[in-house]
């Protein structure tokens, strides 16, 4: 891996310098970049309009593939597909696409594993491995793409990790899959969803981007997001509200508050009572969840009547709320759990 280097994650500016470094004019970076970020090849013979020696000098320094597919389970219940990815060092990663009316959307990876040691959650189970580079979270966004042959409109980052404590990668992510001259996502299609590193929303509100902000609340109070996350215990609930509303500010972006119902956890009316009066008056949305149990976990999801009264209480007074669908609940839905069982049977 050390001798052999990852060219997705060349800038344009970068890829010019190196072409000409190399002897070759400018305009040969920009027909590579589109050929990579654009049409997305995986060979680079396919670069047909690049002078074979030029090619060659290529494929000798560096690779296409940052991730390549290992597994592909897709849903007969629904629309959802979901992946294994592995890295060149032996990372394994999971993504998902899910083909809607208006469009495939990818919820992706932002790390190898995560630290944040959510209560709930099977990607954290075995700790962080490594953050994940600007170019493999493009490479599932392009394996996607190219694996069913469906343009991506919708992108969230909302897999394994969490994408602030990977921030600069991230970053140059959302600013390479927007660039026009790759494949030209909108921001405003694209979510960011944070367990509440309050420091890092201010950073990311001062970025001035058009991409919607979710928060992982799960819980109206600190007390009870104490015992199902830890991250709590360094952020409190009025920092990460300051925070949002420091956001708002700055973006004119309505901000999306996740919250996984949890039976006998977080999903009494006086959650959602207290939900209501945290949220009042901000331009916000919640998305409730009905959460996907993780086998080596305790909890267990809230029963769908409760889960619907909860949802009426915050929209009787007048706080958006919906209902997020379950989605491919035959393929180890909850985020982490193939990977976990992937890497058990592989012995890991
Ligand atoms: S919910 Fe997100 S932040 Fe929490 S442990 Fe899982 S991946 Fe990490």
């Known amino acids: 891996m050390d001798d052999y280097r990852d060219i997705l994650s060349f800038t344009i500016e970068e890829l010019e310098k190196y072409i000409t470094d190399a002897g070759y004019p400018a305009f040969r970076a920009r027909q590579i970049y589109e050929w990579l970020h654009r049409k997305l090849v995986s060979d680079w013979d396919e670069m047909t309009n690049v002078p074979k020696k030029l090619r060659e000098l290529l494929s000798g320094d560096y690779y296409i593939l940052p991730l390549c597919i290992k597994e592909k389970l897709t849903s007969v219940i629904d629309v959802t597909s979901k992946y294994l990815m592995a890295s060149y060092d032996g990372g394994i990663i999971e993504s998902v696409a899910m083909k809607y009316s208006y469009g495939m959307s990818v919820c992706i990876s932002s790390q190898i594993g995560c630290r944040m040691g959510c209560r709930f959650c099977a990607s954290t189970l075995l700790g962080l491995e490594r953050n994940l580079t600007a170019s493999e979270m493009l490479s599932q966004v392009y394996n996607i793409q190219r694996d069913t ?198 012995g890991k």
Do not use: W
């Open 149 to 346: 042959g469906v343009r991506v409109d919708n992108i969230v980052i909302m897999g394994i990790g969490e994408p602030f404590d990977n921030y600069d990668e991230v970053l140059k992510f959302i600013r390479m899959v927007t660039d026009a001259d790759g494949l030209n996502i909108s921001q405003r299609n694209i979510t960011v969803s944070t367990c509440g590193l309050a420091d890092r929303i201010y950073d990311f509100a001062d970025e001035e981007l058009a991409v919607t902000l979710a928060i992982s609340l799960h819980a109206p109070d600190d007390a009870i997001r104490k015992t199902i996350m830890p991250v709590a215990g360094r952020y409190s609930i009025d920092e990460i509200m300051e925070a949002c509303r420091y956001f708002i500010k700055k973006t004119g972006r309505r901000v999306t508050f996740e919250y996984t119902l949890i039976d006998g956890v977080n999903d009494s009316t006086e959650c959602a009572a207290g939900l209501v009066s945290l949220l009042r008056g901000m331009l916000c949305h919640v998305n409730l969840i009905a959460l996907n149990s993780v086998k080596e976990r305790d909890c267990r999801s809230s029963a769908i009547q409760n889960i619907k009264c909860f949802e009426k209480y915050l929209q009787k007074n007048k706080i958006n709320a919906t209902i997020r669908r379950g989605m491919g609940k035959d393929i180890d839905a909850a985020c982490g759990q193939l990977r976990k069982r992937y890497l058990n049977s592989s």
